[in-house]
């Protein structure tokens, strides 16, 4: 495992919960830029760990082609900052590099059609090379791939990813319920409830409520983190939607 060494239980989970990737052949249309911001709990054995999610939408330019910045940060009393950024082809929603940092530990990668490519910096020192065939296309996280899901009831795909946490490719199982109305700070939200499971093996299962409406943005997740990294629970639930603060556009993160 990747992110074994030289980490605690804790921080492992957080990287689990950011780098849950599948692949869908997906069209960008229909998105906008904006800040969804959510309270976020992951409940472990011995404590319970709040934090705040920010999830950011932002049309930039990226090696010259139109593209997606998406932004997830974690902030919390408890853990390191946490930032998880991915550009994606504005057009397909394709990936075309990642950065991710929390501490000391930073991961960068890079795609092709067929080849992740890249390397992580660990909290111990060392740096560890990333290089993983692809057999089939990849899209975002799971957040971003569920935005352009073609839902409906009893919908059912299952779908390809790498995860940079085990640097393998995984298969995951999303199963779409009927429409059920969820109550948020926001209000009372239409949404579609997606079970999301791992096709060849237990462990890191969620469900997640996402808008009725597409884009499928998620409004709240339930999720159980596999007991190879600690165990325990996570609860996602949407606060806030605000446009997207100016950004310039750029290759950086």
């Known amino acids: 495992m990747l992110f074994n060494r030289g980490r605690s239980a804790a921080l492992r989970i957080v990287t689990v ?12 249309g ?10 976020m709990t992951v409940e472990l054995e011995d404590k319970d760990i709040a934090m705040v999610r920010r999830v950011s939408w932002t049309r930039v330019e990226e090696d010259g082609e139109d593209a997606w910045r998406v932004s997830t ?48 910096w660990l909290q111990d020192g060392s740096v560890v090379p990333i290089e993983v065939g692809l057999d089939a296309p990849t899209v975002g996280d799971v957040a971003a791939a ?4 073609p839902l409906a009831p009893g919908y059912t795909t299952t779908l390809s990813s790498f995860d940079p946490t085990l640097v393998v490719v995984r298969r995951w199982k999303i199963e779409a319920s009927g429409v059920e109305v969820i109550e948020t700070p926001l209000g009372p939200v239409r949404t579609y409830p997606l079970e999301l499971s ?21 409004v709240m ?23 997207a603060p100016t950004a310039p556009t750029s290759n950086g993160q």
């Open 30 to 39: 229909g998105l906008t830029e904006q800040v969804r911001t959510y309270a």
């Open 221 to 243: 997740s339930e999720s159980r983190l596999p007991t190879s990294f600690g165990g325990g629970r996570e609860t996602v639930v949407l606060e806030s939607v605000s446009p």
């Open 73 to 120: 940060e974690h902030e919390s009393s408890d853990l390191a900052r946490s930032v998880d950024t991915i550009h994606l082809a504005a057009e397909d929603l394709r990936p075309i590099r990642r950065y991710i940092s929390q501490g000391n530990t930073r991961v960068r990668l890079l795609y092709s059609d067929d080849m992740v490519r890249g390397k992580a």
């Open 17 to 28: 919960v950011l780098s849950v990737w599948l692949v869908q052949t997906a069209h960008g």
């Open 198 to 218: 791992d096709a060849d093996r237990p462990g890191g299962s969620g469900l997640y409520w996402v808008t009725e409406e597409s884009p499928h943005h998620v």
């Open 146 to 149: 569920m935005t352009t899901l």
